[in-house]
């Protein structure tokens, strides 16, 4: 056989559309079984309808394939609407999975911004909540027991790019107009760094914002780095582990500020979410008890929350003595929380807010990708959130339905069954003794009829490593 070398094979004049598709990813069949069998695409249609000219132009994308490329970012966790774009354009199983026959060039991320900024925010929380709905007739929604945490998104914003509220100053005219007030004419970096060094408070937001995106804050990030963020702020079912609502704060708003605002949307978001599933919901009246950690926790808001007909599970931070003059329903409200807490149930809960609540932060933002975001404002940024932890929603029912809640989760089922094979393999050659004849009831044969090798064939290098 001569050896064949790259480039030297001649293109073929015409193809079949059978020799451009290819077997579709089996956990996106599922998520395309489920949507139709739910009727998304038409709803989808109904509710985006508004924004579309009846007559004129060349039809757009689709609202269900637009939907469904933002759902491509969490399943295959993409950041930017440029990668999903890519991502759609190499893939036939994503084609697939978005209904874009052969002949038809997929979405470029202009077309995915364009659609966006056309298709208002309302529309993506019906959205939201329409698969918040399909959970419900599953039995995935409670909506008994809310919890409530938020985390920060890196902003689309340099901290370089800073200017002052005031007057517009960038940091470096106002530095050197600091030097020159100091009494030096001619300020070099070197005396521009000694006196940033030495000034307390050089980052507050009453004074810096960012002229492209004011509404990300300067904020101190998990990592310990200062940047620009925004604070995402989610509630989930504390039974079942579903997001039922999302907020999107300035970096740095304190979490008794916003946390009436996530109850609020979570109660709204839950009662909508029945009148889609109709006779099938399987919830319960209304939000009944609120967990959240001790970030949550003040006078004011155990109040309000007490007022709201709202049970409170919310962790105490150690502080001295307080004094309660004047403040007798803010006494009773602490008071009653932390009995709450104390007992079985809130034990228990506290267990379950580590478990349930930061888990949604690692799927959606850590390897689904969302850690910083690429786009600018809140109502943008909201409307990307929306269909991505949609998206973490269907993932719920996929495990529930299908065994696993992500497509690259079946990568982990292979990876894992290869590692088992491996030491399989191990195990097997140690039992071999040196020169035993490898007849028909050798370990040998008996992993190659596990693994389906042939008889004459030797074990790959995916058994022997590992790997």
Same mark, same amino acid.
């Given at each position: 056989?001569?050896?064949?070398?790259?480039?030297?094979?001649?293109?073929?004049?015409?193809?079949?559309?059978?020799?451009?598709?290819?077997?579709?990813? #089996?956990?996106?069949?599922?998520?395309?079984?489920?949507?139709?069998?739910?009727?998304?695409?038409?709803?989808?249609?109904?509710?985006?309808?508004?924004?579309?000219?009846?007559?004129?132009?060349?039809?757009?994308?689709? #609202?269900?394939?637009?939907?469904?490329?933002?759902?491509?970012?969490?399943?295959?966790?993409? /950041?930017?609407?440029?990668?999903?774009?890519?991502?759609?354009?190499?893939?036939?199983?994503?084609? /697939?999975?978005?209904?874009? #026959?052969?002949?038809?060039? =997929?979405?470029?991320?202009?077309?995915? +911004?364009?659609?966006?900024?056309?298709?208002?925010?309302?529309?993506?929380?019906d959205v939201f909540n329409w698969v918040l709905g399909v959970l419900d007739g599953a039995g995935l929604v409670k909506g008994k027991t809310i919890g409530v945490d938020a985390t920060t998104l890196e902003a689309n914003a340099a901290m370089r790019s800073i200017v002052r509220r005031d007057d517009?100053?960038?940091?470096?005219?106002?530095?050197? /107009?600091?030097?020159?007030?100091?009494?030096?004419?001619?300020? =070099?970096?070197?005396? %521009?760094?000694?006196?940033?060094? &030495?000034?307390?408070? &050089?980052?507050?937001?009453? *004074?810096?914002?960012?002229?492209?995106?004011?509404?990300?804050?300067?904020?101190?990030?998990?990592?310990?780095?200062?940047?620009?963020?925004?604070?995402?702020?989610?509630?989930?079912?504390?039974?079942?582990?579903?997001?039922?609502?999302?907020?999107?704060?300035?970096?740095?708003?304190? *979490?008794?500020?916003?946390?009436?605002?996530?109850?609020?949307?979570?109660?709204?978001?839950?009662?909508?979410?029945? +009148?889609?599933?109709?006779?099938?919901?399987?919830?319960?009246?209304?939000?009944?008890?609120?967990?959240?950690?001790?970030?949550?926790?003040?006078?004011?808001?155990?109040?309000?929350?007490?007022?709201?007909?709202?049970?409170?599970?919310?962790?105490?931070?150690?502080?001295?003595?307080?004094?309660?003059?004047?403040?007798?329903?803010?006494?009773?409200?602490?008071?009653?929380?932390?009995?709450?807490?104390?007992?079985?149930?809130?034990?228990?809960?506290? &267990?379950?807010?580590?478990? @349930?609540?930061?888990?949604?932060?690692?799927?959606?933002?850590?390897?689904?990708?969302?850690?910083?975001?690429?786009?600018?404002?809140?109502?943008?940024?909201?409307?990307?959130?929306?269909?991505?932890?949609?998206?973490?929603?269907?993932?719920?029912?996929?495990?529930?339905?299908?065994?696993?809640?992500?497509?690259?989760?079946?990568?982990?089922?292979?990876?894992?069954?290869?590692?088992?094979?491996?030491? @399989?393999?191990? %195990? @097997?050659?140690? !039992?071999?003794?040196?020169?035993?004849?490898?007849?028909?009831?050798? #370990?040998?044969?008996?992993?190659?009829? !596990?693994?389906?090798?042939?008889?004459?064939?030797?074990?790959?290098?995916?058994?022997?490593?590992?790997?």
């Amino acid at each position: 056989m001569a050896m064949g070398k790259r480039g030297d094979e001649q293109e073929t004049l015409f193809i079949t559309h059978q020799q451009l598709r290819s077997q579709s990813h #089996p956990y996106y069949r599922a998520v395309n079984r489920i949507l139709a069998e739910k009727g998304f695409d038409r709803y989808a249609e109904a509710a985006c309808a508004r924004f579309y000219a009846k007559k004129m132009g060349r039809p757009g994308m689709a #609202p269900g394939v637009y939907f469904r490329c933002l759902l491509l970012g969490y399943f295959e966790g993409i /950041d930017s609407e440029r990668g999903i774009a890519w991502r759609a354009a190499d893939s036939l199983s994503l084609r /697939d999975f978005l209904g874009i #026959p052969a002949s038809k060039l =997929t979405p470029d991320h202009s077309t995915i +911004s364009r659609t966006r900024r056309l298709i208002d925010l309302e529309t993506h929380q019906d959205v939201f909540n329409w698969v918040l709905g399909v959970l419900d007739g599953a039995g995935l929604v409670k909506g008994k027991t809310i919890g409530v945490d938020a985390t920060t998104l890196e902003a689309n914003a340099a901290m370089r790019s800073i200017v002052r509220r005031d007057d517009g100053r960038t940091y470096d005219a106002f530095l050197q /107009d600091l030097a020159k007030a100091s009494g030096i004419e001619t300020p =070099t970096r070197e005396d %521009l760094t000694r006196l940033d060094r &030495k000034r307390k408070k &050089k980052g507050a937001n009453k *004074d810096w914002k960012n002229p492209h995106d004011p509404e990300a804050h300067i904020s101190k990030m998990k990592d310990g780095r200062t940047h620009l963020a925004h604070k995402q702020e989610h509630a989930v079912d504390m039974d079942t582990g579903a997001v039922v609502a999302i907020t999107i704060h300035g970096g740095v708003k304190g *979490d008794t500020d916003t946390i009436e605002g996530t109850v609020e949307a979570a109660e709204e978001n839950l009662e909508e979410a029945r +009148s889609h599933a109709g006779d099938e919901s399987k919830q319960a009246d209304g939000p009944e008890e609120v967990v959240a950690d001790k970030g949550y926790h003040s006078r004011t808001a155990m109040l309000a929350l007490q007022l709201s007909g709202l049970r409170t599970y919310i962790s105490e931070p150690r502080r001295p003595r307080q004094q309660w003059e004047r403040q007798a329903a803010e006494r009773d409200a602490v008071y009653a929380n932390r009995r709450r807490k104390n007992g079985p149930r809130g034990q228990l809960l506290r &267990k379950k807010r580590g478990e @349930l609540i930061e888990r949604t932060f690692a799927h959606a933002f850590e390897t689904g990708g969302m850690r910083r975001t690429h786009l600018r404002h809140h109502g943008n940024i909201a409307k990307r959130l929306l269909v991505h932890l949609a998206g973490f929603n269907i993932g719920l029912m996929m495990r529930k339905l299908f065994g696993v809640g992500k497509p690259r989760c079946l990568q982990g089922v292979r990876a894992a069954l290869a590692a088992f094979m491996a030491a @399989l393999a191990v %195990l @097997l050659d140690a !039992l071999s003794r040196p020169g035993q004849s490898r007849g028909p009831t050798s #370990p040998h044969v008996l992993l190659r009829s !596990l693994t389906g090798l042939p008889t004459g064939a030797g074990f790959p290098e995916t058994y022997t490593t590992g790997c």
